[in-house]
């Protein structure tokens, strides 16, 4: 089974502050994902990263930014959070090679008042 | 923008009937994956089919791949109240990114 960890699982807080999405995996998977989802609807790709240092932005614009100084460890800040940004943020990771599937954490949902 | 489209966007159907599912997408793809996501949790992947593939089994899911129509579909075989979950597909074009289609949201009846 995937071990891969989102804290926390709701936020609810004020305009203008900085926050600090957490995802960690403890499966050694190089590659990390983050994702945007709004309730029902579609995922948008908003950062990866292909391993330690490496990061890449997705499909959809962000003014979120993410860094990964460790393998398990890939954070995604907001430093001025906006009501725009109330939605769902799922982490993903997988395994480096052809064919292999992701594996999400349970998600983020945001709220920003 | 996204690669995947899911048909139907929404099904309902009676417990112990067959929910059939279908991706369309855009561009060549290494495999298509279908995965799912029960209501506030994250996606559960279910099944990975390769480009060279043209059907694959798995418990009561059955997928296929048309990659000359880009299309490929999901069969839950007889649903059970559990099933009832959005369904996503999603394609690899092995560029490291994965691209999600819109869901079908699927319900089962009792």
């Known amino acids: 089974e995937a071990d891969i960890y989102q804290t926390p699982r709701y936020l609810v807080i004020g305009t203008g502050k900085k926050i600090t999405l957490e995802c960690s995996q403890t499966?050694?998977?190089?590659?990390m994902y983050w994702y945007q989802q709004d309730p029902g609807m579609e995922l948008h790709l908003i950062h990866y990263s292909y391993g330690v240092n490496s990061t890449e932005k997705g499909d959809l614009s962000s003014e979120s930014t993410v860094s990964r100084i460790r393998t398990e460890h890939f954070p995604l800040t907001l430093e001025s959070a906006r009501p725009s940004h109330t939605s769902q943020y799922l982490c993903?990771?997988?395994?480096?090679?052809?064919?292999?599937?992701?594996?999400f954490g349970d998600g983020t949902r945001l709220s920003i008042l | 923008s996204q690669q995947g489209e899911e048909d139907p966007q929404a099904l309902s159907i009676q417990e112990g009937e067959n929910a059939t599912m279908n991706c369309s997408y855009k561009?060549?793809?290494?495999?298509l994956q279908w995965y799912r996501q029960n209501s506030g949790r994250g996606l559960v992947h279910l099944i990975l089919?390769?480009?060279?593939?043209r059907e694959k089994h798995s418990g009561r899911l059955r997928v296929t791949l048309d990659t000359s129509k880009k299309s490929s579909s999901l069969l839950i075989t007889a649903s059970r109240a559990a099933d009832t979950a959005s369904y996503f597909c999603a394609t690899d074009a092995g560029d490291d990114k994965i691209i999600f289609g819109k869901g079908t949201r699927l319900h089962i009846l009792p």
């Open positions: 561009t060549s793809i290494n495999n």
């Open positions: 089919i390769r480009s060279n593939e």
């Open positions: 499966m050694g998977h190089d590659k």
């Open positions: 993903a990771s997988r395994q480096t090679g052809n064919n292999q599937p992701q594996h």
